[in-house]
Every structure is written in structure tokens, then in C-alpha cells.
């Protein structure tokens, strides 16, 4: 029996518009780097100075910025103001559809909930209030790539949530999440799901190259393969 399910947030239960890869563009865009659009979809998931580090490396050295602790911090710096501005104010910010119903209904069941994400602190704590997420007790707890000593691909958020949530084994967990690295960082936390979601930056396709159980649509596809029901079976994608 799966006793905790983590979710991402952007992509995955939350719709933003895309401004994460457009607030990556404009922070570098402001130090002089034009970065790829297709390089920077690449790197969604992965905690944000990370992602900066690979951008500066491919788009900034050669444009004399190299990616320096000094650079990445400041860019960094630069986008969790404008992530925060945006997450506190745009009218494009708003759930999945479905996915507070989704949370109930795991809670219902006895399912802890969760969320994890690449962002630090800081924005994570004005999307949530936005969201009302935790005000609602939607969400049982929540953890930041900067509250654990290794973002994805690793699994140290993972752990830290089933520490929180009195979750022993690995194999009760469920993961959730719209990129590359959200399939793997469940995968090397031996989760006993890790479902791919194709409401964010990649395509099913894309998703599929990675290890994974299961390929869906929406995160209102999750309880029914948490407890699927003889009439339900089959009408997730897996593979």
C-alpha cells in the first residue's frame, strides 16, 4: 500500500505559464547571455543554482561570463525576485485542474501528501500561500532543494519528506512529476511509483526515455493507480 505520494509543484500540480523557463531567460538575458530555449527546458527540475551553472557553461563562457559562484549566485538572486513577484501576483498562477481534489481524495484514503521542487524556500512559500495550499491542510509538509545537502536527481528530498511523514519504506512511496529528473530522483529513491506527467515541459516521448511506471496525462490519473479499481484498469498509460 503507497502511504505517501510526493508531487512536484510547476508543470506538475501547479500552471504557471511556462515562467520558469521565460524567468531563466530574462535573469541571464540581464547579465548579457542569451540562453537556448530547448537548453533551458533541458535543465527544468534541477535545484535552480544548478540549472544556472549548466546555462552559464554552455551560453556564458563564451560570452565572458563564466559560471562562477559569484555569477550563479547573482542570477539566482535575480530570479527568485522576479519567480516571487510573478507566483505572488500573475493571474496565470493557479492549480492543475484537479489536483486539490486529488489531494483530498489521497487523504481520505489515509495517504500522506507531498511536494518537493527545485526552487528554494522563499518562492515556494509565496506559491503555497497563493495556492492556500497548506492553510487548507491539503498538504501534509513540503520540502525545498535547499533544505537537503542534494537536489534531483538525488533522493535526499525524497527522504527527507518520508522522515517528516513517518514513512519507513521506500517501496509505500509514490512519485509524481512533469520532467526527466523527477522520474529519476524517484527512481534512485527506490519508489515503488514514479509516475510521469505531461502537463509541463516534457512530452510523453520525452518522459519515456527515463525509468518510470507509468506515463499520464494529469495528476487526476494518481488515485487510480494508487487503488485502481477493476474498471479502471488500463486506462492510465504505462510503459
Request: include cysteine.
Amino acid at each position: 500500500m503507497i502511504e505517501l505520494v510526493v508531487f512536484d509543484l510547476a508543470g506538475t500540480t501547479v500552471h504557471d505559464g511556462d515562467s520558469v523557463g521565460s524567468t531563466f531567460q530574462a535573469a541571464l538575458a540581464a547579465r548579457g547571455v542569451e540562453a537556448d530555449p530547448a537548453a533551458i527546458a533541458a535543465v527544468m527540475g534541477l535545484p535552480k543554482p544548478e540549472a544556472i551553472r549548466i546555462l552559464l557553461k554552455q551560453f556564458g563562457q563564451p560570452r565572458g561570463l563564466p559560471d562562477t559562484a559569484e555569477n550563479i549566485d547573482a542570477i539566482h538572486a535575480d530570479f527568485t525576485r522576479r519567480m516571487c513577484a510573478y507566483y505572488a501576483t500573475s493571474p496565470d498562477v493557479h492549480e492543475v485542474p484537479g489536483a486539490s481534489a486529488v489531494f483530498r481524495e489521497l487523504r481520505r484514503g489515509g495517504i500522506k501528501v507531498a511536494v518537493s521542487t527545485g526552487f528554494f524556500r522563499p518562492i515556494v512559500d509565496v506559491l503555497l500561500r497563493r495556492l492556500g495550499w497548506h492553510a487548507s491542510g491539503l498538504i501534509d509538509a513540503s520540502v525545498t532543494s535547499d533544505e537537503v545537502p542534494r537536489g534531483r536527481p538525488h533522493p535526499d528530498m525524497i527522504r527527507r519528506l518520508m522522515a517528516r511523514c513517518g514513512v519507513n519504506d521506500s517501496h509505500r512511496v509514490a512519485k509524481v512529476g512533469d520532467t526527466p529528473v523527477d522520474l529519476e530522483e524517484g527512481t534512485n529513491a527506490g519508489c515503488k511509483l514514479v509516475i510521469g506527467v505531461t502537463t509541463g515541459s516534457a512530452t510523453a516521448d520525452r518522459l519515456r526515455q527515463f525509468p518510470h511506471t507509468h506515463i499520464v496525462d494529469s495528476v487526476t490519473a494518481v488515485p487510480t493507480l494508487i487503488a485502481p479499481s477493476p474498471r479502471d484498469s488500463g486506462t492510465a498509460k504505462s510503459g
